[in-house]
């Protein structure tokens, strides 16, 4: 069996699935964190993989950049695969009151693109992660003494250029992180009945024009998948 982008036998993909935006992180990850790690997709080099962690079984797998790539992935794996849980794990860009390396939880997710406009009567939908991932992933934050904060966040569809006054509204509304995949997860989520959490290092800051170093980004992702794995085992499936 496979799906026009997805080349995996039924039952090669774990109902919970960690989707880093990069397949070579996806890579990483599943070599780095998961014992028996196998791959179950390399079509479009998207790499996923599934192992286990502490035993309990799990995939990870890219998501390309942007709401169109994710979501296609993410539908799949729902639909196809039967995933019930996505753990976003991926950078953004800080607005306002955030420092280079904070790890946001992201509770809401605005945006700029028309993606859930267009399967919500062009109505605003409110795109926000689910609470069970989110309290267990705040709870093992706390008992392990990593700082996050629960923040609201938005994802846009022009890295470049694009609204030359969003930070301001940004700002103006306590939004504090940049993505470009998010609020079309939390939307898809919300329709195939997904559990969905983003998980998100700020990696560049883009009112002073802060950028993290390249080793600065591992440890960041290295604490992002951590705290999700000690997180999932905790987190009742929806
Ligand atoms: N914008 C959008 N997405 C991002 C950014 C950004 O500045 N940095 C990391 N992901």
Redesign the pocket.
Known sequence: MSTPHIDAEPGAIADTVLFPGDPLRARHIALTFLDDAVEFNARRNMLGYTGRYRGQRMSVMGSGMGIPSSAIYATELARVYGVRRIVRI????GVGEVALGDLLLAQSASTDSRFNRLHFGDHDLAACADFALMKAVVDTAARQNVAVRVAHIFS?DC?YDGDADLLTHLRRHNIVG???ESAGLYGLAMREGLQCLSVMTV??H?DRDEHMPAAEREQGLARMVTLALESLGNAPAG
Request: charged share 15%; glycine share 16%.
């Open positions: 991926g950078t953004c860009g846009t890295f940049i993505d470009m990696s560049d883009l």
